[in-house]
Every structure is written in C-alpha cells, then in structure tokens.
C-alpha cells in the first residue's frame, strides 16, 4: 500500500495553533516555530540520493524505489 504523501500545511496549521491556543506565544513567534518545524520535517523526509530528492512518500513501501516518472532512485536514501 501507497502512504499518502504528507501534508505539510497540515502540519503547519496544527503547529501553529499549538503555540498559538496552548503556549500563548505572539503569531509571529508561533509562525517562526511552525516554519522551523516544517523545514525540518521536509529535510528529514527528502531522499538524499543525488539522483532523486524526492520525498520519502514518494518511494514504494516508503523505503523502496522511487515512485516518481522516471526517477532512477532505487533506495531511499537517509540523511
Ligand atoms: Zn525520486
Ligand atoms: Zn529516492
């Protein structure tokens, strides 16, 4: 089975709303946390194979190769 490729605004908005509703920080404070964990959510999911950079939802059974038109990445590749 195909994991759904992630959704990042998703991520975004509930992040956001956490520091917003929950820690009681100002937007633009949230905002910049919400960024920061976004990024590095992106760059933990990104194939690292030079070939690819593709996300990790785009590769078969996550792992395996890649899904996107021809791709030649046979293996994701973690940072
Ligand atoms: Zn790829
Ligand atoms: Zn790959």
Redesign the pocket.
Known sequence: MIEKSFDFNRLYGRVLRYYLQKKHYTKEKANLIAQKVVQKEMMQKT?K?S????LLY?HLRNYES?L?DK?E?DGFVKS
Request: glycine share 0%.
């Open positions: 194939c194979n070939k690819c950079h593709h785009d890649c996107i791709c990445c």
